[in-house]
């Protein structure tokens, strides 16, 4: 059994920062990829923002250059430093692990509980 737990979401300016934590812990693959998906109201959950455990990252063109994400495989723990935050960045966030992530929704994979993110104008 895989848990995912994610921390750091909340409301913030447009322009303002947030990091975002997802630790995970139970039983997992030993080679699988991490990474951050994103559902604004109505709209369909997409990938934002994916690492191997070998460190090659891939990222939405929508948040190139503005978001980072980063993963301490010690600790099972997968971050996205979001910068220059927009009002459109507004949706829930959502932790996952996988084989592979696809635009959609992990390969083989789980997701955690989602946390809320909201970009005021």
């Known amino acids: 059994q895989v848990q995912l737990v994610e921390s750091g979401g909340g409301l913030v300016q447009a322009g303002g920062s947030l990091r975002l934590s997802c630790a995970a812990s139970?039983?997992?693959?030993?080679?699988?990829?991490m990474g951050w998906y994103r559902q604004a109201l109505g709209k369909q959950r997409q990938l934002v923002a994916s690492i191997t455990r070998g460190g090659s990252t891939n990222y939405a063109d929508s948040v190139k250059g503005r978001f980072t994400i980063s993963r301490d495989n010690a600790k099972r723990t997968v971050y996205l430093q979001m910068n220059s935050l927009q009002p459109e960045d507004t949706a829930v966030y959502f932790c996952a692990l996988g084989r592979t992530l696809g635009t959609y929704y992990p390969v083989a994979g789980y997701w955690g509980q989602g946390t809320q993110v909201t970009v005021s104008s």
């Open positions: 139970g039983s997992i693959f030993s080679d699988n990829a």
